[in-house]
């Protein structure tokens, strides 16, 4: 299956495991680092203002995927993407300069918000609804694979070793930049009224189609349900385990609730590292409806697990069920994802889609006082509840087929 995708998909998933590797060495540190030299308050502050850049900066990224095309919008952001990890390494060559990283760091967010709605409208593009299963389904594994190497590593690397961290991120930026420029084709060709589409009201125009089309805010919807019990991992998960969780040994190693989390995030990451090429395998040419919703109900039961859960044995076949559950919705979701977006506003649509990651966060930072408040039976109770709405949600949307919805924009 793999030699049947279009070259930009092969292309794309493979520099975007590159880039995670080093990425995912470095970036899950910065609030470390930035906690280290301006102190903890403005670390926070000036985290989320650089998440409100990149906020910004992907819903433009769309409109200029759609106006510049595809191949130019992407390259430009790699362009900016080598220039601010060269800033950023120039920056700390000789000691720490937070604030020179702080606008590197605006620059790398804006640079993701030229590449990712430009390279995902690009996967869509040269996809089909056959092969767009199997490539979402890469495209994770290639994803998590990425992320648990760069993490190890840069575990063991930053605190001894971040100028080296930050030049392995210029070197993988020339050469991601360098595979992109050789091997992408454009797409979509620059509109014949590009330069007067980048203007703002051309661009509030193009957003006012995409909050206006019902079936797809129904579909992003479910999608911030979805994701939102995903994010619990890190707020109420992480501190139910921290407080409640027994000291216990396994396999000769004491573990509190710490580490059982760390645990269990390992235990998920390997399995859909393991598991995604028999189940894209299983998943190719099936009906992806049942199986997407299958996999929303057991994402929903396992973090509901987790949620309620001290016993190790229960924590760890919860574990299993949401990697079950993940392993089914994900490359589902996104190939019917493809399916709900005019053609001619991709860019625009997957701009818009991208901030499901961002609000889902917010959303799930809830659970922290909610959580409090009812306890973690209360807890697992609400995370059904969010999987059974996130499901309806997402079955709303995709009432009507995709030639209804076209004949209707």
């Known amino acids: 299956m793999w030699r049947t995708l279009h070259p930009n998909v092969k292309t794309r998933i493979t520099t975007s495991f590159l880039s995670r590797v ?12 930035f906690t280290a030299h301006l102190g903890a308050a403005l670390a926070g502050t000036l985290l989320l203002a650089a998440g409100i850049v990149q906020f910004l900066a992907g819903l433009y990224g769309g409109a200029l995927a759609d106006a510049l095309g595809r191949r130019h919008t992407l390259l430009t952001g790699e362009g900016l993407k080598l220039l601010a990890f060269t800033l950023m390494l120039l920056g700390n060559l000789h000691g720490p300069n937070p604030w020179l990283t702080f606008a590197a760091l605006l620059l790398v967010n804006i640079s993701g918000g030229l590449i990712n709605p430009a390279a995902e409208a690009m996967l869509v593009d040269v996809s089909t609804p056959d092969t767009r299963t199997f490539m979402y389904a890469v495209n994770y594994w290639a994803v998590n694979l990425s992320i648990l190497i760069g993490t190890l590593i840069g575990g063991w690397l930053y605190r001894d070793h971040f100028t080296l961290l930050l030049a392995l991120l210029v070197g993988m930026s020339i050469l991601t930049a360098a595979l992109c420029t050789a091997l992408m084709t454009e797409t979509r060709a620059a509109s014949p009224t590009a330069r007067a589409d980048l203007g703002l009201k051309p661009l509030l125009r193009s957003y006012a189609q995409v909050v206006t089309d019902r079936p797809f805010l129904l579909f992003v919807l479910g999608g911030i349900l979805i994701l939102s019990i995903e994010f619990t991992r890190t707020n109420h998960v992480a501190v139910h385990l921290a407080q409640h969780f027994p000291h216990t040994d396994w396999y000769g190693i004491t573990l509190d609730g710490i580490r059982a989390a760390s645990v269990l995030t390992a235990i998920n990451t390997l399995l859909i590292v393991a598991l995604t090429a028999p189940v894209a395998r299983w998943l190719t040419g099936r009906d ?41 919705y994900v490359p589902t979701r996104q190939a019917l994802l493809a399916d709900l977006i005019p053609e001619e506003r991709r860019g625009a649509y997957l701009a818009t889609h991208g901030q499901v990651f961002t609000i889902s966060k917010w959303v799930a930072a809830l659970g922290l006082p909610v959580g409090a408040a009812i306890g973690g039976a209360g807890m697992a109770a609400a995370l059904l509840l969010l999987g059974l709405l996130g499901s309806l949600l997402t079955a709303l949307a995709l009432r009507r087929t995709a030639g209804e919805r076209m004949a209707r924009a």
């Open 22 to 33: 080093v990425g995912s060495m470095v970036f899950p540190f910065m609030a470390i680092y």
């Open 288 to 328: 992806p409806h049942r199986p997407m919703h299958a996999g929303f109900a057991l994402f929903a039961l396992g973090f509901a697990g987790l949620a309620y859960s001290t016993r190790l044995p229960t924590l760890i076949a919860a574990t299993v069920i949401l990697s079950i559950g993940e392993l089914l």
